[in-house]
């Protein structure tokens, strides 16, 4: 099971002492603000099955693939940390990155191609993720909107797709699925077939209540229905990496879109009693999942981005 630190939120790994704001902060001064030193941080590496890793740090959780034909990864963390990351990958047998796939645009799943694309990493993201790192975005945590700027070309993804592609990579087949909108415009989850397990990208969180990006497209409607879709893909036996957590299985994830299910049908009624969101956000509609999954209002603000996508 889940073990929750009240303290510490899920989606972009951030301390929730927050200022009650809406102050907008780049990318860097985000990195000050929760004193992210990337010079202190170690990355560990977890094999979950032969030839596939996860490699955790600061930011979004990194799968790996690892084999005669190179290395492929899912999410890439933060420039400042790729020389530890590309060290991980080294010691568990690896040369350099061949691919890395991007599950959605944000700046702590998808800064690493700030590095790795100039040196010649293949960068991949659904189409909607390619145009976002295109153009100067803000990702709106409710408590602070972050201006992510646009990548240079070098760094942009290089092959993108529509609903779904596939890699024939390291003797087994890789699927890159997108079942809507979710989390944001753009997910991704890569399905490793060989390896009977799956990437989630911030569709699927394992350290608390998920972010839901309803600015930039994300809905708690699309999280349901692209968790569904990915759920009718896997087996009992299935291995879940989560956008940001420990690596768990599909007990935890079927238990996960229960809870954004019931959340969502309980701010629905609200909305269709005439509640405005403060009374919404007041009735306290997560509490019985808050043991769970941690105390709501350390969360990045997951009712509230629950009514904005139902009211968008």
Same mark, same amino acid.
């Given at each position: 099971?889940?073990?929750?630190?009240?303290?510490?939120?899920?989606?972009?790994?951030?301390?929730?002492?927050f200022a009650d704001?809406?102050?907008?902060?780049?990318?860097?001064?985000?990195?000050?603000?929760?004193?992210?030193?990337?010079?202190?941080?170690?990355?560990?590496?977890?094999?979950?099955?032969?030839?596939?890793y996860?490699?955790?740090?600061?930011?979004?959780?990194i799968?790996?693939?690892?084999?005669?034909?190179?290395?492929?990864?899912?999410?890439?963390?933060?420039?400042?940390?790729?020389?530890?990351?590309?060290?991980?990958i080294?010691?568990?047998?690896?040369?350099?990155?061949?691919f890395?796939?991007?599950?959605?645009?944000?700046?702590?799943?998808?800064?690493?191609?700030?590095?790795? *694309? @100039? !040196?010649? =990493?293949?960068?991949?993201?659904?189409?909607?993720?390619? #145009?976002? &790192?295109? +153009?100067?975005s803000?990702?709106?945590?409710?408590?602070?909107?972050?201006a992510?700027?646009?990548?240079?070309?070098?760094?942009?993804?290089?092959?993108?797709?529509?609903?779904?592609?596939?890699?024939?990579?390291?003797?087994?087949?890789?699927?890159?699925?997108?079942? *809507? @909108? !979710?989390? =944001?415009?753009?997910?991704?989850?890569?399905?490793?077939? #060989?390896? &009977?397990? +799956?990437?989630?990208?911030?569709?699927?969180?394992?350290t608390?209540?998920?972010?839901?990006?309803?600015?930039?497209g994300?809905?708690?409607?699309?999280?349901?229905?692209?968790?569904?879709?990915?759920?009718?893909?896997?087996?009992?036996?299935?291995?879940?990496?989560? *956008?940001?957590?420990p690596?768990?299985?599909?007990?935890?994830?079927?238990?996960?879109?229960?809870?954004?299910?019931?959340?969502?049908?309980?701010?629905?009624?609200?909305?269709?009693?005439?509640q405005?969101?403060?009374?919404?956000?007041?009735?306290?509609?997560?509490?019985?999942?808050?043991?769970?999954?941690?105390?709501?209002?350390?969360?990045?603000?997951?009712?509230?981005?629950?009514?904005?996508?139902?009211?968008?």
């Amino acid at each position: 099971m889940k073990k929750i630190l009240a303290s510490i939120v899920c989606c972009l790994g951030m301390c929730t002492v927050f200022a009650d704001n809406h102050e907008v902060v780049t990318v860097e001064q985000i990195n000050e603000i929760f004193g992210w030193n990337f010079d202190e941080v170690e990355i560990t590496t977890e094999k979950v099955a032969d030839g596939l890793y996860v490699l955790f740090g600061a930011g979004g959780n990194i799968a790996a693939s690892v084999g005669e034909q190179g290395v492929l990864i899912v999410d890439d963390m933060f420039p400042e940390l790729i020389p530890k990351i590309e060290k991980a990958i080294n010691d568990v047998g690896g040369g350099s990155i061949d691919f890395a796939i991007n599950t959605h645009w944000h700046f702590d799943h998808a800064h690493g191609n700030l590095a790795l *694309g @100039p !040196a010649g =990493t293949h960068i991949v993201a659904h189409e909607n993720s390619v #145009q976002m &790192n295109r +153009v100067d975005s803000i990702v709106n945590i409710v408590r602070y909107k972050i201006a992510q700027d646009a990548y240079p070309p070098e760094a942009q993804p290089v092959i993108s797709f529509d609903r779904s592609m596939r890699f024939h990579f390291n003797g087994g087949v890789i699927d890159l699925i997108h079942a *809507g @909108p !979710a989390h =944001t415009a753009g997910d991704t989850a890569v399905i490793f077939r #060989q390896q &009977n397990a +799956v990437h989630f990208g911030d569709v699927f969180n394992n350290t608390g209540y998920p972010f839901i990006d309803a600015d930039s497209g994300g809905t708690i409607n699309g999280m349901i229905e692209f968790c569904n879709a990915i759920l009718s893909e896997l087996n009992d036996e299935s291995i879940v990496i989560p *956008g940001h957590g420990p690596v768990t299985d599909v007990d935890d994830l079927t238990a996960y879109i229960n809870m954004l299910t019931v959340v969502r049908d309980r701010v629905q009624a609200l909305i269709e009693e005439g509640q405005s969101k403060d009374q919404i956000l007041a009735a306290k509609v997560t509490s019985d999942f808050d043991e769970e999954y941690g105390p709501e209002e350390n969360s990045l603000g997951f009712v509230d981005r629950v009514y904005t996508s139902l009211m968008n």
